[in-house]
């Protein structure tokens, strides 16, 4: 169980943090910029709860926890002795990819084909699920950066993958399961 007492300790006054193992490193370092992401990736979701209900808002629910569990995968560098830590670490399974991708197909088959590509937008819920899929796949990008520079653990590149997607279609569940999606009209404006 996490305890804060205090918010502010002054130990990032200098410009570094400390990651999940009690390294520090400087603030603006991949792996931090790779979990700090993450975390705006939740925030966005946070909103996007807001216009959410029934099964959709416990889904985000889950996935909120899971981005916080994401987040402190990334923030502690995976190391062949994982083992010998005081505690086990957080690790994204391949288990939680898979029930993105089952989710993902479900929801999907409730939707006619594209046609077209969708632009963000239709319901408030859509719009911001979309903020969100956006958000992640640059938390995805940095994410991948980092397994290149200094590894990291990869089911946590799968899952925000197949996050991004889940957003995507769970975007045009949110439009009346497609029905309201906004569809690009190329050149329509020239």
């Not at 700090?36 to 099964?55: F, I, K, M, Q, S």
């Not at 799968?158 to 279609?169: A, E, I, M, Q």
Request: charged share 25%; with cysteine; net charge negative.
């Amino acid at each position: 169980m996490v305890v804060l007492s205090k918010i502010y300790t002054r130990t990032g006054d200098a410009g570094e943090t400390a990651l999940g193992d009690g390294t520090r490193v400087p603030k603006p370092s991949l792996r931090v910029e790779a979990y700090g992401t993450v975390d705006e990736t939740n925030a966005t979701l946070g909103l996007a709860r807001l216009h959410a209900a029934g099964e959709m808002d416990a889904a985000l629910s889950r996935i909120q926890n899971e981005l916080f569990d994401l987040g402190a995968d990334l923030a502690r560098p995976a190391k062949e002795k994982d083992a010998e830590a005081p505690y086990t670490p957080l690790r994204i399974l391949a288990s939680q990819v898979t029930r993105l991708e089952a989710e993902i197909d479900a929801m999907n088959a409730r939707l006619q084909p594209l046609r077209s590509f969708v632009l963000p937008g239709g319901s408030a819920l859509s719009a911001q699920l979309h903020l969100c899929r956006t958000v992640t796949r640059r938390a995805e990008r940095l994410t991948v950066a980092l397994m290149a520079e200094e590894g990291c653990n990869a089911e946590a590149v799968k899952y925000l993958n197949r996050l991004s997607d889940w957003f995507f279609v769970a975007s045009r569940i949110a439009n009346d399961d497609g029905v309201k999606d906004v569809l690009w009209v190329p050149g329509a404006t020239r």
